[in-house]
């Protein structure tokens, strides 16, 4: 069965920080590029990060530069979301995604063809 596994949400205070994990299971994990997206209440899904099969490339939103970073263990078919200095307005449920191609992750007018998607993980930020 092929998933995609978040885990590591939760409630922090402006400020902090949280890691999010995504586990991938049935699929040849290296063949397919890697990202998050979020949805914040009342908006549309958003892309956040990516990164290719290989590592090789790798894409932020500008709104996350500097306080995120994605990295991927293709050894542990797993992804993870490192958050750090986190705002009010990152609050949203987190989405991670798989698809063959890098650019149907990070281009807006692609990610609704992504391939697949987890069922994703609640981060609220306080104030």
């Known amino acids: 069965q092929v998933q995609l596994v978040e885990s590591g949400g939760g409630l922090v205070q402006a400020g902090g920080s949280l890691r999010l994990s995504c586990a991938a299971s049935?699929?040849?994990?290296?063949?397919?590029?890697m990202g998050w997206f979020r949805q914040a209440p009342g908006k549309e899904r958003e892309f956040v990060a990516a990164?290719?099969?290989?590592?090789?490339?790798?894409s932020l939103a500008d709104s996350v530069k500097g306080r995120f970073t994605m990295s991927r263990n293709n050894a542990r078919n797993t992804v993870d979301l490192w958050m750090n200095s986190l705002k009010p307005e990152d609050t949203a449920v987190y989405y991670c995604?798989?698809?063959?191609?890098?650019?149907?992750?990070?281009?807006?007018?692609?990610?609704?063809?992504?391939?697949?998607w987890g069922q994703g993980t609640v981060v609220t930020v306080s104030s």
């Open positions: 049935g699929l040849y994990f290296s063949e397919y590029a």
């Open positions: 990164v290719s099969g290989s590592g090789g490339r790798s």
């Open positions: 995604a798989a698809d063959r191609l890098f650019t149907t992750l990070t281009r807006p007018e692609r990610s609704s063809n992504v391939e697949l």
